[in-house]
């Protein structure tokens, strides 16, 4: 069982949807992020979160939206995406960095299909 | 910037047998943490050990253990009596406090035959 819960596991979305993913983290962490995960790619950090506040962008396009309503939650928003957007999406949670050390816990992620 | 290299895409190894999966980082800073993560096709990334820059003494874990040399910014993850369950893909990671951000390499995909 992890204490990082990612809904749905699988998507499949049209190039003009909307959709949502959801984290939800069990592990009273402050700090949440998301990252991509694309076939033959090193992990790419897409948006962190400290304490509700997003503290990194890392040059993300505008059709994926963060929002982050408290420290337990973080959803991704998306519309109007493209096929190379297809990748699993992973959420993680950590301690605040101001902490030693600042290991990540990782949800199950979504795997997303543009069609 | 930090950088995490894995140079192998792919490795195989016998049940019962050893493997080493390498890793190199780039860093200018003295103070930080690495990481070995496990990915296992139901794509629960988990982690396996844990080491402190500060800290001398290898980081062990069970059949899991690594061979950390600062000097030359080498982090390789030695798994032994290897199991059926240790198929996964496996990614360094390297962290430091007042960066808050995990940076990974690329992963090396093990698969251990019975």
């Known amino acids: 069982e992890t204490g990082v819960t990612q809904t749905p596991r699988h998507l499949v979305m049209g190039m003009t949807n909307k959709k949502s993913l959801k984290c939800e983290q069990h592990l009273g962490h402050n700090a949440m992020y998301w990252y991509k995960q694309s076939a033959k790619k090193p992990l790419e950090l897409m948006f962190v979160?400290?304490?509700?506040?997003?503290?990194e962008n890392n040059s993300v396009p505008s059709r994926f939206s963060p929002e982050c309503p408290n420290s337990s939650h973080l959803f991704l928003h998306l519309h109007t995406l493209q096929p190379e957007d297809s990748a699993l999406y992973l959420c993680?949670?950590?301690?605040?960095?101001?902490?030693?050390?600042?290991?990540?816990?990782f949800g199950q992620g979504t795997r997303l299909t543009v069609v | 910037a930090q950088t995490v290299t894995q140079s192998q895409p792919e490795m195989s190894v016998q049940e019962a047998e050893t493997v080493t999966l390498s890793c190199t980082y780039d860093?200018?800073?003295?103070?930080?943490?690495l990481f070995w993560y496990k990915q296992p096709p139901s794509r629960q990334m988990i982690l396996v050990i844990r080491?402190?820059?500060?800290?001398?003494q290898n980081a062990t874990e069970n059949r899991f253990s690594v061979n950390f040399q600062k000097a030359a910014k080498s982090f390789s993850l030695k798994i032994s009596d290897s199991q059926l369950g240790d198929t996964a893909m496996y990614f360094c990671?390297?962290?430091?406090?007042?960066?808050?951000?995990?940076?990974f390499g690329q992963g090396t995909i093990l698969t251990v035959h019975p």
């Open positions: 979160y400290n304490f509700k506040e997003q503290t």
């Open positions: 080491q402190e820059a500060y800290k001398q």
């Open positions: 860093t200018s800073e003295n103070n930080y943490y």
């Open positions: 993680a949670s950590s301690q605040d960095w101001g902490r030693r050390m600042v290991e990540a816990f």
């Open positions: 990671a390297f962290n430091m406090p007042s960066y808050g951000k995990l940076t």
